[in-house]
């Protein structure tokens, strides 16, 4: 990750270790296909990961967002209902099983997995790490 690349511009960023600050950008790409839109949680640090479709023990529907923050290296959440309409917000998650868990606590049970970007390389180890962690929750993936 020391390519970084804005979108409209030509020339490379240098990864100094230092936080990227961009304002009034909608839209950042990274070299390696992970863009990083203007983000929900109170951050702008926060990329989106993973969408996971949730159900409440009533029947209800809704939608499970998995952001995180490379800077903070943290994670966080955001319940939508079935209409998009936030619900719930959680963040300084240090890891996985703690998202999890604050997910089992709300009494939502995942029923299906989506990366928020299906090219990214990041998205994609996002996910294997949050199956790995459902695993530990004693979710299954169907064949």
């Known amino acids: 990750m020391n ?11 240098v990864n100094e270790r230092m936080l990227l600050f961009a304002s009034r950008v909608v839209l950042t790409e990274f070299h390696g296909g992970t863009s990083i839109e203007e983000s929900g949680p109170p951050h702008p640090d926060y990329a989106l990961m993973l969408i996971c479709d949730a159900e409440s023990a009533g029947g209800e529907t809704g939608t499970i967002e998995l952001w995180h923050s490379i800077a903070r290296n943290d994670y966080a959440i955001l319940v939508k209902g ?12 240090d890891d ?4 999890m868990a604050t997910i089992s606590d709300l009494g939502l049970v995942l029923t299906q997995l989506h990366l928020a970007q ?6 994609q180890l996002a996910r294997d790490l949050f199956l790995e962690t459902l695993a530990h929750f004693g979710y299954r993936q169907e064949n």
């Not at 390519?3 to 960023?13: A, D, N, T, Y």
């Not at 079935?82 to 998650?93: I, Q, S």
């Not at 996985?96 to 998202?99: A, K, Y």
């Not at 299906?118 to 998205?123: D, L, V």
């Open 82 to 93: 079935h209409k998009g309409r936030e619900m719930f917000r959680d963040t300084v998650n």
């Open 3 to 13: 390519g970084f690349v804005r979108l409209g511009q030509k020339g490379k960023l």
């Open 118 to 123: 299906a090219s990214s390389p990041y998205c």
């Open 96 to 99: 996985l099983m703690n998202v």
